[in-house]
T-cell receptor, first 108, second 116 residues
């Protein structure tokens, strides 16, 4: 089968850097995506890694290592508006699998 | 419109009733996805369409759930004989072409279904 594991909650301070890890088990996939979801809102796309390595998009970066079955989302210069849930997502040919999400709390 | 729209935004029904949930994808997007999200959980994949056909319906929980996309644009998720466990937010997403999750998905605001 396939599964994704990510921490249920992470707390960080405004202006700091935070890393949200994701480990997975799957037999094959196209890539790993990250989505952000604010309370009561729809998921919005943040980043996608098809290849190993780091992808940078503004304050957000995402990393994938297929050999380690591991990825992470890095958020820099945290702002209060970054308080949300973050989902790692396996992109397979036959199914899209969301993790359970990591709730990010940001302290002023 | 500019984004994915879903109607109704909220739906309250009684156990055993039939409901239809509608999704209008972004114009020109050929791939359309339905998800179900319970409180505190990630979206759970239900079905995805490539054009008019269901390319993968393996996520539909049972035969009470059915979805159509007759003209390759608007899609309707249909739930028969609703049960209290069907209560959740039903999300729709669309993407431009390839499908299979290789492209960014654009989500609608969801329909909040409550089965009493």
């Amino acid at each position: 089968g396939q599964s994704l594991e990510q921490p249920s909650e992470v707390t960080a301070v405004e202006g700091a850097i935070v890393q949200i890890n994701c480990t997975y088990q799957t037999s094959g996939f196209y890539g790993l995506s990250w989505y952000q979801q604010h309370d009561g809102g729809a998921p919005t796309f943040l980043s996608y890694n098809a290849l190993d390595g780091l992808e940078e998009t503004g304050r957000f970066s995402s990393f994938l290592s297929r050999s380690d079955s591991y990825g992470y989302l890095l958020l820099q210069e945290l702002q209060m508006k970054d308080s949300a849930s973050y989902f790692c997502v396996l992109n397979r040919d036959d199914k899209i699998i969301f993790g359970k999400g990591t709730r990010l709390h940001i302290l002023p | 419109g500019a984004g994915v729209s879903q109607t109704p935004s909220n739906k309250v029904t009684e156990k055993g009733k039939y409901v239809e949930l509608r999704c209008d994808p972004i114009s020109g997007h050929t791939a359309l996805y339905w998800y179900r999200q319970s409180l505190g959980q990630g979206p759970e994949f239900l079905i995805y369409f490539q054009g008019t056909g269901a390319a993968d319906d393996s996520g539909l929980p049972n035969d009470r759930f059915f979805a159509v996309r007759p003209e390759g644009s608007v899609s309707t998720l249909k739930i028969q004989r609703t049960e209290r466990g069907d209560s959740a937010v039903y999300l729709c997403a669309s993407s431009p072409s390839v499908g299979g999750g290789q492209e960014t998905q654009y989500f609608g605001p969801g329909t909040r279904l409550l089965v009493l």
